[in-house]
């Protein structure tokens, strides 16, 4: 590639955020999509961490740069400059344990109150390798996202079931969404919301045959 190419490249830069209560898996998900690698030994640390993955869409360079809690949720002191700029958030629960899906609530509040941006979110059952001792129905994870209009995946960051997907698909709706206002400035915020939805939930037909790609299967 020339300098003249590198120079007319279009380059996106969208901030995703990974929420959810402590040892759901978040900080594997992100190391199994950035690194791929899985530490069964992790332990939370305190502080924010984020790695930058990079798609190609469109002929265009679409940046992610994904941030981790860090073991923050543990002590209360995810903050509001966590949120800040995000355009796309992982709310992430862990199958095998009721009261993670339960607190999903929880995070969901507190990304509407500090997020400053349409955020395109995704509910993500982590863990779905722990079928044996599932708590969390898939039903009740696809009536969740149903009812607040999210995407839903399963994922297992420990085998890697679906993980590129759950990213690569909050990635590409962004960058849908954003690429749209870009090409017509008058675009509201609440048309972009609506389109965003539509593509989440593209009725029932649609929406039961992005789950039934997505969702971790039985084994």
Not at 86 to 102: E, H, N, P
Not at 198 to 213: M, P
Request: proline residues 1%; hydrophobic residues 35%.
């Amino acid at each position: 590639m020339d300098s003249s190419d590198e120079e007319s490249r279009e380059e996106y830069l969208f901030k995703i955020v990974i929420i959810g209560d402590s040892a759901v898996g978040k900080s594997n998900l992100l190391s199994r999509y950035a690194r791929n690698e899985f530490n069964p030994h992790s332990k939370a640390t305190i502080g924010v961490e984020f790695q930058t993955r990079s798609l190609e869409i469109d002929g265009k360079e679409v940046k992610a740069q994904i941030w981790d809690t860090a073991g923050q949720e543990r002590f209360r002191a995810v903050t509001s400059a966590y949120y800040r700029g995000a355009f796309g958030a992982l709310l992430v629960y862990d199958i095998s344990r009721k009261d993670t899906f339960q607190n999903v609530a929880k995070w969901l509040e507190e990304l509407n109150a500090h997020a400053d941006t349409i955020v395109t979110r995704m509910l993500v059952g982590n863990k779905c390798d722990l079928e044996s001792i599932r708590e969390v129905s898939v039903e009740e994870g696809k009536s969740l996202a149903e009812e607040q209009e999210f995407f839903f995946i399963e994922t297992s960051a420990l085998d890697s079931t679906n993980v590129k997907q759950a990213f690569e698909i909050v990635i590409r709706e962004i960058y849908s969404n954003v690429s749209r206002k870009v090409l017509n400035p008058d675009l509201s915020k609440a048309e972009l919301s609506v389109n965003r939805v539509s593509l989440a939930n593209d009725g029932a037909k649609g929406s039961k045959q992005t789950w039934g790609n997505y969702t971790c299967c039985s084994r």
